[in-house]
């Protein structure tokens, strides 16, 4: 599998931005997907992941309520509407994917899980 994110750039606090995750490869519905943020120097921070069906997701407590992670699979692409963004959330944003049996329902926010990443995409919130 290979990933592309995309859909950062510079935004103005409070507003929004919507990232995207697209996949190659026809069994990208087998992977649970997840979101990761770094910042320089600093390790690689959860931000929100997906089961392969879509219907389990969990998002980490700093951005909850704020952010979104949804997936397409017809159209191999997982997203991550961000709202009310904070200067705080200014970060390369990674997408990850994690090979999932067919009846799991569990998300995945360790790195450490994931088989695949992309190249991130650069968010900027200037205050």
């Known amino acids: 599998v290979q990933l592309q994110a995309s859909g950062g750039g510079l935004v103005q606090a409070g507003g929004s931005l919507r990232l995207s995750c697209a996949a190659s490869?026809?069994?990208?519905?087998?992977?649970?997907v997840g979101w990761f943020r770094q910042t320089p120097g600093q390790e690689r921070e959860f931000v929100a992941a997906?089961?392969?069906?879509?219907?389990?997701?969990s998002t980490a407590d700093s951005v909850k309520g704020r952010f979104t992670i949804s997936r397409d699979n017809a159209k191999n692409t997982v997203y991550l509407q961000m709202d009310s963004l904070k200067p705080e959330d200014t970060a390369g944003y990674f997408c990850?994917?994690?090979?999932?049996?067919?009846?799991?329902?569990?998300?995945?926010?360790?790195?450490?899980?994931?088989?695949?990443w992309g190249r991130g995409t650069q968010v900027t919130v200037s205050s």
């Open positions: 490869g026809r069994t990208f519905s087998s992977y649970a």
């Open positions: 990850a994917a994690g090979q999932q049996s067919y009846y799991s329902t569990t998300v995945y926010t360790s790195p450490g899980l994931y088989d695949y």
């Open positions: 997906i089961s392969r069906s879509g219907g389990s997701t």
